[in-house]
């Protein structure tokens, strides 16, 4: 105690006669913490963490190789992400990318156009077959779906598409997750509200940002469990 005491006694001394100048040279600078990548991807090295940017060229670079088609340039981008996103976990495919969602929250409500989608639906469309080329699409119609969804569906909206990856296969669903997690990478572009594949789903709303188990209604065949087709539907915005 006794020899704090005179410690503090002889920095007091030397502030006094010195300014407190003297001590600068002592502080130690606080580096303010890193904020979290928005998107991240589990390789067989570990987990990866791209920004917004490096998610949107991988997921399309992917998924224009696994159509034949010239890529961008992808070679900032760590070589393990871009085998992982096109070759899904090696036991088994699943999912691989996870982003940080953001809703805008300044979103008018929209209305069916010739398609049977509004037009935030129909932007989503558009984008995946600029991407993906010709899908099997459905859940929508012109004029609107009324029936075979369920009793809340956006389908009902036209809020919503289904891609088709039939018969249920192991590469039927890597290509499906090659999707999935293109749109994903876009939520933010898109305004992508939910999407739902292979017992999955991944929600602009979740806090986590990561895939959560999706629970099928019954009876938990194909089509509900959404292990046939992936689930995209875009947020519905407020009335004037």
Same mark, same amino acid.
């Given at each position: /105690?006794?020899? %704090?005491?005179?410690?503090?006694?002889?920095?007091?001394?030397?502030?006094?006669?010195?300014?407190?100048?003297?001590?600068?040279?002592?502080?130690?600078?606080?580096?303010?913490?890193?904020?979290?990548?928005?998107?991240?991807?589990?390789?067989?090295?570990?987990?990866?963490?791209?920004?917004?940017?490096?998610?949107?060229?991988?997921?399309?670079?992917?998924?224009?190789?696994?159509?034949? /088609?010239?890529?961008?340039?992808?070679?900032?981008?760590?070589?393990?992400?871009?085998?992982?996103?096109?070759?899904?976990?090696?036991?088994?495919?699943?999912?691989?990318?996870?982003?940080? %969602?953001?809703?805008?929250?300044?979103?008018?409500?929209?209305?069916?156009?010739?398609?049977?989608?509004?037009?935030?639906?129909?932007?989503?469309?558009?984008? /995946?077959?600029?991407?993906?080329?010709?899908?099997?699409?459905?859940?929508?119609?012109?004029?609107?779906?009324?029936?075979?969804? %369920?009793?809340?569906?956006?389908?009902?909206? %036209?809020?919503?598409?289904?891609?088709?990856?039939?018969?249920?296969?192991?590469?039927?669903?890597?290509?499906?997750?090659?999707?999935?997690?293109?749109?994903?990478?876009?939520?933010?572009?898109?305004?992508?509200?939910?999407?739902?594949?292979?017992?999955?789903?991944?929600?602009?709303?979740?806090?986590?940002?990561?895939?959560?188990?999706?629970?099928?209604?019954?009876?938990?065949?194909?089509?509900?469990?959404?292990?046939?087709?992936?689930?995209?539907?875009?947020?519905?915005?407020?009335?004037?």
């Amino acid at each position: /105690m006794l020899l %704090g005491l005179l410690l503090l006694g002889v920095l007091a001394s030397v502030s006094v006669l010195f300014g407190p100048g003297v001590f600068s040279g002592l502080r130690t600078e606080i580096t303010p913490a890193l904020s979290p990548p928005e998107c991240t991807v589990e390789t067989s090295e570990g987990e990866v963490g791209l920004d917004r940017d490096e998610a949107q060229l991988a997921t399309t670079a992917v998924a224009l190789l696994a159509r034949g /088609m010239e890529a961008p340039d992808t070679s900032g981008i760590d070589g393990a992400v871009l085998q992982r996103l096109a070759e899904g976990p090696s036991e088994d495919a699943g999912p691989t990318l996870s982003c940080r %969602g953001s809703a805008a929250n300044d979103l008018q409500e929209q209305q069916l156009n010739v398609t049977g989608l509004t037009p935030r639906a129909e932007q989503v469309r558009e984008a /995946m077959t600029e991407v993906f080329g010709d899908q099997s699409l459905g859940g929508f119609a012109p004029g609107g779906v009324g029936q075979g969804h %369920g009793a809340d569906s956006t389908h009902y909206d %036209g809020r919503a598409i289904d891609i088709f990856f039939r018969p249920v296969t192991e590469e039927n669903r890597r290509q499906g997750w090659i999707l999935a997690h293109w749109l994903v990478a876009h939520t933010g572009d898109l305004d992508i509200q939910y999407v739902i594949f292979d017992d999955r789903f991944w929600s602009v709303h979740s806090s986590s940002r990561q895939w959560h188990h999706y629970d099928a209604p019954e009876p938990g065949n194909e089509i509900l469990r959404h292990l046939d087709h992936v689930h995209v539907d875009v947020l519905g915005g407020s009335p004037d």
